[in-house]
Structure formats: structure tokens, C-alpha cells
T-cell receptor, first 114, second 116 residues
Framework: AQTVTQSQPEMSVQEAETVTLSCTYD???????LFWYKQPPSRQMILVIR??????QNATENRFSVNFQKAAKSFSLKISDSQLGDTAMYFC???????????FGSGTKLNVKP | DTGVSQDPRHKITKRGQNVTFRCDPI?????LYWYRQTLGQGPEFLTY????????KSRLLSDRFSAERPKGSFSTLEIQRTEQGDSAMYLC??????????????FGPGTRLTVT
């Protein structure tokens, strides 16, 4: 069975600073995908970034980047130049290659302070 | 692209009653997923459809839960004989097939169920 663990229930960061959210996972699959989703207060969940396990290069999307350590089964999200609009719950998620099922962590609540 | 919609947004019901939720995916998406999210937790996978076929079901989906996607478009999730433990946000998401380019999931706003 797959599990996704987020050990930081809540984090705070000052506007314009950098913050890193942690995620570890466990799987016996060799081909899989990892995702970070953002869920703003009372708003819909949206995809922030995704990583394909067979790609060694870490994914980046503008101010968002990941540090994917396959051997350690670690997948952290770095947010640079934090903005007030980044305040949200962030969920790490796993899917096998066929995208038939997704597993989510318990989330990290990020508060960006002005 | 009008997004994924869910109806109703809120539902309050008494224990023992049946409830049905509807999800309308993005029109060209043939994959549809249902999740349950309780307060302070991440979404838990319930079931997945490819077109009208239900291809994956979680053990969380007890015999009181049933989902359908009769014509491969909208989907319904029914909970029979509701229990207080069913109180949660029920999320729907849709996506393209992996072979059709970017297949990220688009989530709906959810249906919040309260069982009294």
C-alpha cells in the first residue's frame, strides 16, 4: 500500500521569503508520479507542481520547485518569494503510473505573513 | 472550459436518510474521481471512472455507498442510511487520459455533508 506523510501540520513565512514544505512517501511501485496541490481557504484545490519519478531533474513552475529524492522517498516543495496569495493548505499526493488512484498526505497549513 | 461543478454545495441530513450528490466534470475529460475529505485531513480516494466504467473502488466505499456515471458524463454518489461518521466534504475531480497530453486533475468545489 502507498502512504504519504506530511510531518508539518502548520508553517509560517514572511512575505518575500522562502519556505520549504516536507513530504515523504512509501511505495513499492517503480513508475509513479508525485504532486503538490494547493487548497486556499474555502476554494477549490489546484495543482501546483508534479514530478515524474523516472525523471531525475527536479520540476519547477515559476516560484515553485521540488527537491525529489527517489532513494529517500522524499518530495519537498520550495516556495520562493512567498506571496500573501500563497496562504493555503498544501497537500502532497502520489499516484501510480496509470493514475487510477491517488493518495494524499494530511496537509500543511501555510500562512504567509505581511 | 467551465470547470468541474458539484451540486449541492451543502447538505444537512438526519441520520438514516439517503443522500445523492452530483458531479459535472469538464466536458472533454473522460476520467472522473470521487474523494472524501474530513476536517484537517487530506482527500481520501473513494472511486474512479473511465467514461462510464467504474474501474477502481476504495475499501472506504462501503456497501452503503454507490457511484454511477451512466453516460460517461456526469456522475452521482449516493450514500444510503447515512451515519454521523459520513459527515465530510465530498470532492469530485476530472481529468483527461494520460495519453491525451496534460492529465492533471481539476477539482470541483465539493459538497459538504452534515449528518445530524
Amino acid at each position: 500500500a502507498q502512504t504519504v506523510t506530511q510531518s508539518q501540520p502548520e508553517m509560517s513565512v514572511q512575505e518575500a521569503e522562502t519556505v520549504t514544505l516536507s513530504c515523504t512517501y512509501d511505495t513499492s511501485e517503480n513508475n509513479y508520479y508525485l504532486f503538490w496541490y494547493k487548497q486556499p481557504p474555502s476554494r477549490q484545490m489546484i495543482l501546483v507542481i508534479r514530478q515524474e519519478a523516472y525523471k531525475q531533474q527536479n520540476a519547477t513552475e515559476n516560484r515553485f520547485s521540488v527537491n525529489f529524492q527517489k532513494a529517500a522517498k522524499s518530495f519537498s516543495l520550495k516556495i520562493s518569494d512567498s506571496q500573501l496569495g500563497d496562504t493555503a493548505m498544501y497537500f502532497c499526493a502520489f499516484s501510480a503510473y496509470n493514475f487510477n488512484k491517488f493518495y494524499f498526505g494530511s496537509g500543511t497549513k501555510l500562512n504567509v505573513k505581511p | 472550459d467551465t470547470g468541474v461543478s458539484q451540486d449541492p454545495r451543502h447538505k444537512i441530513t438526519k441520520r438514516g436518510q439517503n443522500v445523492t450528490f452530483r458531479c459535472d466534470p469538464i466536458s472533454e475529460h473522460n476520467r472522473l474521481y470521487w474523494y472524501r475529505q474530513t476536517l484537517g485531513q487530506g482527500p481520501e480516494f473513494l472511486t474512479y471512472f473511465q467514461n462510464e466504467a467504474q474501474l477502481e473502488k476504495s475499501r472506504l466505499l462501503s456497501d452503503r455507498f454507490s457511484a454511477e456515471r451512466p453516460k460517461g458524463s456526469f456522475s452521482t454518489l449516493e450514500i444510503q442510511r447515512t451515519e454521523q461518521g459520513d459527515s465530510a466534504m465530498y470532492l469530485c475531480a476530472s481529468s483527461r487520459d494520460p495519453g491525451q497530453g496534460r492529465n492533471e486533475q481539476y477539482f470541483g468545489p465539493g459538497t459538504r455533508l452534515t449528518v445530524t
